[in-house]
Nanobody
Framework: QVQLVESGGGLVQAGGSLRLSCIASGSRFRVNDMGWYRQPPGKGRELVAIISVGSRTNYADSVKGRFTISRDNAKNTVYLQMNSLKPEDTAVYYC??????????????WGQGTLVTVSS
């Protein structure tokens, strides 16, 4: 069983920065694409950014130029550097991973979420 543990959320003023981290742990699995999603208050979950094993990235238009996703494959860790934060970035941020077990079973895994609050 693979688990994702996020950290780094909190309260920040508009224009500030935060860095989220997410570590995948478990036994006998491989991690493929990893990503970050967010769910603003009263809204649905939306894609923020994803990164492949080869570090190809894709961003939501709303965060391009402000957020940077990166990963450390050796540590099964993905990061989200968030700069120039805006109040509309306030949301619960979820880590996501596409994994494959040692028996070649594909499994999508979600973290528990970390709250990011940006004050104006």
């Amino acid at each position: 069983q693979v688990q994702l543990v996020e950290s780094g959320g909190g309260l920040v003023q508009a224009g500030g920065s935060l860095r989220l981290s997410c570590i995948a742990s478990g036994s006998r699995f491989r991690v493929n694409d990893m990503g970050w999603y967010r769910q603003p208050p009263g809204k649905g979950r939306e894609l923020v950014a994803i990164i492949s094993v080869g570090s190809r990235t894709n961003y939501a238009d709303s965060v391009k130029g402000r957020f940077t996703i990166s990963r450390d494959n050796a540590k099964n860790t993905v990061y989200l550097q968030m700069n120039s934060l805006k109040p509309e970035d306030t949301a619960v941020y979820y880590c996501n991973a596409q994994t494959v077990s040692s028996t070649y079973k594909a499994l999508e895994v979600w973290g528990q979420g970390t709250l990011v609050t940006v004050s104006s």
